[in-house]
């Protein structure tokens, strides 16, 4: 599914106006496209993800319920400084997160 699909129904079941996700004509669409030179990630720790979907929850506007997921850190990663903040191996977190998006979308240099 196409996020601004997700975000469409969402905002339906939550009984908007219109969609909370602002659309483009086609005329923005050809201004904008191919105008990103820079992929920033910002990144602090990682955690493991997996579905939750609560349909009590599909009229609450928020970013827990629209996520539709939950998430949690394995107890076996040793923590920093903070305890939500994991050591993680890099193959694990943000450098997988890293390969992920360049196969997906552009081939990038990581460095």
Known sequence: MYFQTFVNERSAA??????RLPSFNESEKLEIAGTSDFFGINHYTTVLTYDHFNPDEISTVGYYQDREANTEQDFTWPS????WLKEVCLYVGVRAFCFI???????????
């Open 101 to 111: 998006i360049s196969r997906t979308f552009f081939s990038f240099l990581i460095s």
């Open 14 to 19: 939550q009984d908007e106006p219109t969609s």
């Open 80 to 83: 920093a400084a903070s305890d």
